[in-house]
């Protein structure tokens, strides 16, 4: 099963010009929104990006970048940690980054 998010929401930026083709972008993302190719990263498709940041920490030429922790996923996850309807303050009443 794929798991996708909303379309177009993800904070999610690359700068191919920047990938050095270390390739540790496609080892740690769990929903392999990265692959390989010609020896440089490509995003797959960016609405895979769950925004949980393992990219960003690991990319050390600073070709990715993201805001860890908001989002549509995030979201999601703390509503069923600590209960409510889904938000990720983009309403304008939480701390949402403007995200939606």
Known sequence: MTMKYLKDVATLKYDPEKCKGCGRCVEVCPHCVFEMKEKRAV?????LCMECGACVKNCEFGAILV??????????????????????????????????
């Open 43 to 47: 995003i797959t498709d960016r609405d």
């Open 67 to 100: 805001n860890p922790g908001v989002g549509c996923a995030s979201a999601i996850i703390n509503s069923l940690l600590f209960g409510g309807e889904p938000s990720c303050g983009c309403d304008g009443e939480g701390n949402g980054n403007g995200c939606c």
